[in-house]
């Protein structure tokens, strides 16, 4: 395969953005710098003091590692100084920042990020990843409002990940297919390596934490069931993944065929992942190589944020296994 870098990509891919001014490309251009800052802050964690707890909480309640917080600052920098984005919803952040520029231009467009999912297996080495969405905003031109950032994932002009594994790779669509970029620590580049990434029509991996079974549903207990009998289309049961961190098991099951599902308990009705920065991004990126990613009713693209943070239950995969969860709960309830 040749070698194609990904900025070399991206401006190949610009003629396919509707507005191509090269806007959305230097934005782009800004998440790899990061993700490669990233990659080396990840990479080092183990040396350097930024294991461990900060001993602060964001607003999910959640304790935040030093690297979540290193992560959402390295990300919020790049965009803020790349002027392409005028602002930021972050999982790490209560609220949205704006990058107000005082008589510059405010740039057309939002990125809503997880800046480092699977924060409990930074610790133990243990694959994790950052999940971005890029949204046009409502108006041209100004600083940016929250209703920039509440747009349902249909109107998501790009979306991506990056998961920091046994290599580096940054995974993203512009709605034109999903591509897959491995970073070459040696040259400081991410090289296209996975061209025109599709999900395979079957799949026989199931990824879900099964510790929460005493709180799912009568239709999720059978749809379990379903994937450990000889019942379903493989004729043997199915693999159990589950890593703990989004990213990295949705990369595999998107590589071999598979479904990820975070569902509501009746502890936690809407479940534990995020609409904006880990349910969208990642439902446009499995649309768009040929899978399918629901609340365990409706389309994730086509919910319709309401706040920030809000969660939502995610079945996220290909779309027989998708079909086939939802054909269940729709049974037993
Ligand atoms: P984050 O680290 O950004 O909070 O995301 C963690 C998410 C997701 O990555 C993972 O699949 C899931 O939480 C694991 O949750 P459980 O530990 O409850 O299974
Ligand atoms: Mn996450
Ligand atoms: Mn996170």
Do not use: W
């Not at 070698?3 to 070399?8: A, F, K, L, W």
């Not at 190949?12 to 953005?17: G, H, R, S, T």
């Not at 594994?165 to 070459?184: A, C, E, H, K």
Request: a negative charge.
């Amino acid at each position: 395969m040749e070698i194609i870098t990904i900025n070399e990509f991206i401006h190949l891919q610009e003629k396919n953005f509707p507005y191509s001014k090269g806007d959305l490309s230097s934005l782009l251009y800004d998440m790899a710098i990061a993700a490669k800052i990233v990659h080396r802050e990840v990479n080092r964690a183990g040396l350097a003091d930024i294991l461990g707890e900060m001993g602060s909480t964001n607003i999910q309640g959640e304790d935040q590692k030093k690297l979540d917080v290193i992560a959402n600052d390295l990300f919020i920098r790049a965009l803020r100084a790349g002027e392409k984005c005028c602002g930021v919803a972050s999982e790490e952040l209560d609220d949205f920042v704006a990058f107000g520029r005082k008589g510059m231009s405010h740039g057309h467009y939002v990125v809503c990020i997880d800046p480092l999912d699977g924060s409990s297996n930074i610790d133990v080495n243990v694959s994790i990843g950052t999940i971005f969405s890029i949204y046009r905003t409502l108006e041209a031109d100004r600083p940016a409002v929250e209703a920039d950032f509440l747009q349902p994932g249909r109107k998501l002009v790009a979306a991506g990940y990056v998961l920091y594994g046994s290599s580096t790779m940054l995974v993203y669509t512009t709605g034109n297919g999903v591509n897959g970029f491995t970073l070459d620590p040696s040259i400081g580049e991410f090289l296209l390596s996975h061209p025109n990434m599709r999900i395979p029509e079957k799949g026989a991996i199931y990824s879900t934490n099964e510790g929460n079974v005493s709180g799912m549903s009568k239709g999720m207990l059978a749809y379990l069931d379903h994937c450990k009998s000889k019942n379903n289309d493989s004729g043997k049961p199915y693999a159990a993944r589950y890593i703990g961190s989004l990213v990295a098991d949705f990369h595999r099951n998107l590589l071999k065929g598979g479904i990820y599902i975070y569902p509501g308990t009746t502890k936690d009705p809407n479940g534990k992942l995020r609409l904006l920065y880990e349910c969208a991004p990642l439902g446009f990126i499995c649309e768009q190589a040929g899978g399918k990613a629901t609340d365990g009713i409706n389309n994730i693209l086509d919910i319709q944020p309401v706040e920030l943070h809000q969660r939502c239950p995610l079945f996220i995969g290909n779309a027989a296994m998708v079909d086939k969860a939802m054909e269940f709960i729709k049974t037993h309830g």
